[in-house]
């Protein structure tokens, strides 16, 4: 995985569950568990696209 695809994954997973520390504090717990949700979904489609690009890659 290039390094500005893998830093734009980390910086939005980070925002992600940074959202999901602020609604806990507003005690919003619909809202906490929509950016689970969405944190969840957004980690796992970055190990989805790393393991793509390693597979990829490794092919002679």
Same mark, same amino acid.
């Given at each position: 995985?290039?390094?500005?695809?893998?830093?734009?994954?980390? $910086?939005?997973?980070?925002?992600? !569950?940074?959202? /999901?520390?602020?609604?806990? *504090?507003?005690?919003?717990?619909?809202?906490?568990? $929509?950016?689970?949700?969405?944190? !969840?979904?957004? /980690?796992?489609?970055?190990? *989805?696209?790393?393991?793509?690009?390693?597979?990829?890659?490794?092919?002679?």
């Amino acid at each position: 995985m290039s390094k500005p695809l893998a830093l734009l994954f980390a $910086v939005v997973g980070t925002l992600l !569950l940074a959202t /999901i520390s602020l609604f806990i *504090a507003l005690r919003q717990p619909w809202m906490i568990l $929509v950016c689970s949700i969405i944190a !969840l979904g957004f /980690i796992g489609y970055g190990f *989805a696209v790393k393991a793509k690009i390693r597979r990829k890659n490794s092919r002679p």
